[in-house]
């Protein structure tokens, strides 16, 4: 059987550019979440998500995973890359392979990477606790940083991580890659698509 690729570490920090994805802060990390139809290949890098088959040989097919020919002739696997191994169907860091957060993640320290020390990193409203194996299980406060630059961009918590959001009132379009604000004519003509789309169903 093929191994697996190894990919280079990349330390994400505050000002890293996510390619193909976006920064988000922990309460004690920043990590590229990538974007839909994408896996991560490296820590700040994400490309397109392949079906592991022939066609797609050495191709990433999920997050920090790589497509390899089995043991088995003309079949092939999704692998976890090195330095990462299977936890229930995600490739974590092989340190975190025992590690329990809680209201977190294991992840390697950011500070001592070249020891690969496991660490846990709390959803934000938690922080480690000292008492309790420093497990994500203590009430405490973590202070956005992220840089929100853009236009009627905010720093918001979603699903329990900081990420750089539309402020009230707006929505991201995708297309021009800005927050923009609620149309009203849209609005209005939504809403009496609905409204005929009622009608349609009643009289039917």
């Known amino acids: ?6 990919h280079n570490k990349a330390k994400v920090t505050i000002d890293t550019v996510c390619k193909n994805g976006y920064l988000i802060q922990m309460s004690n990390h920043f990590e590229c979440v990538c974007d839909d139809g994408h896996v991560h290949v490296k820590d700040d890098v994400c490309e397109q998500k392949q079906e592991c088959k022939e066609g797609t040989k050495s191709k990433p ?3 920090f995973s790589t497509c390899v020919l089995a043991n088995t002739p003309n079949k092939y696997t999704c692998m976890c890359d090195v330095g990462y191994t299977n936890v229930k169907d995600v490739c974590v860091p092989s340190v975190c392979k025992n590690v329990s957060c809680d209201k977190g993640k294991c992840i390697l320290d950011p500070n001592n990477e070249d ?10 409203g938690k922080v480690p606790d000292p008492n309790n194996k ?4 203590k009430d405490g406060e973590t202070k956005c940083t992220l840089k929100c630059l853009k236009s009627n961009e905010t720093c918001k918590v979603v699903e329990g991580r900081y990420k750089c959001d539309c402020e009230d009132g707006f929505s991201f379009d995708k297309e021009e890659g800005i927050c923009t604000a609620y149309s009203v004519f849209n609005i209005v ?10 009608t349609y169903l009643y009289i039917i």
């Open 1 to 6: 059987m093929q191994l697996a690729i190894k």
């Open 61 to 63: 097919c999920a997050d």
């Open 115 to 124: 020891v690969k020390t496991a660490i846990c990193s709390c959803d934000i």
């Open 134 to 137: 420093n497990m994500c299980t």
């Open 189 to 198: 003509n939504l809403s009496i698509i609905f409204i005929i789309a009622l």
